[in-house]
């Protein structure tokens, strides 16, 4: 079946450091792939996706590139700020699986001042 | 435009009683997700509409979970009887077709006593 790995954290970072969120996946065909974002207190929310090999996904600074020849979608951002404190969920949809959406785990992402 | 919306947040229950969440998926939206997130982890696939249609329930605990959506709008989930190990955020999204990304509610916290 398929299956998203993420890097495990939780992850914490001082303002404007450089962060990376590593996502693997695993699916048969050429799937869609996402980044979730969710807040304290607050639902998932979609912050970018690609929809196919090579594709970059971009929003509010944060970036993933969809690579297929290592089956990764990594998110980064240059430089984060404490508002961007969250976790972070990387989600594939499989078209040749009838759209089945699969989750990673989550990333705790903690920005500090 | 109004997001998907459930009711209620909250929900405190003794183990064996029953209990339903109600979800108003985005106005449009032909597709409509249940899923199931526990503490820590990614959220899980409960139940998959396509308009009125149930065309994945295969993560469905049948046995004590049953789920609607009449006249392909608003959705219910529901759960009888409870068990201590139900104790979980209950995530409803919809989007405009499978392909699509998932709009999240805020999502049902269930904690089974």
């Known amino acids: 079946g398929n299956s998203v790995t993420q890097m495990e954290g939780p992850v914490t970072l001082s303002e404007e450091a450089f962060l990376t969120i590593n996502c693997t996946y695993t699916a048969t065909g050429y799937p869609s792939l996402f980044w979730y974002v969710q807040y304290p207190g607050e639902g998932l929310q979609l912050l970018l996706k690609a929809t196919k090999a090579d594709d970059k996904g971009s929003n509010k600074g944060f970036e993933a590139t969809y690579r297929k020849e290592t089956t990764s979608f990594h998110l980064e951002k240059g430089s984060v700020q404490v508002s961007d404190s969250a976790v972070y969920f990387c989600?594939?949809?499989?078209?040749?699986?009838?759209?089945?959406?699969?989750f990673g785990d989550g990333t705790t992402l903690t920005v500090k001042p | 435009e109004a997001g998907v919306v459930q009711s209620p947040r909250y929900k405190i229950i003794e183990k064996k009683q029953p209990v339903a969440f109600w979800c108003n998926p985005i106005s449009g939206h032909n597709t409509l997700y249940w899923y199931r997130q526990n503490l820590g982890q990614g959220p899980e696939l409960l139940i998959r509409?396509?308009?009125?249609?149930?065309?994945?329930d295969s993560q469905l605990p049948k046995d004590r979970f049953s789920a609607e959506r009449l006249k392909g709008v608003d959705s219910t989930l529901k759960i009888q009887p409870a068990e201590l190990g139900d104790s979980a955020v209950y995530l409803c999204?919809?989007?405009?077709?499978?392909?699509?990304?998932?709009?999240f509610g805020q999502g049902t916290r269930l904690t089974v006593v």
């Open positions: 999204a919809s989007s405009s077709t499978s392909a699509k990304e998932a709009f």
């Open positions: 989600a594939l949809i499989s078209y040749t699986n009838a759209g089945k959406s699969t």
């Open positions: 509409y396509e308009n009125e249609e149930a065309v994945d």
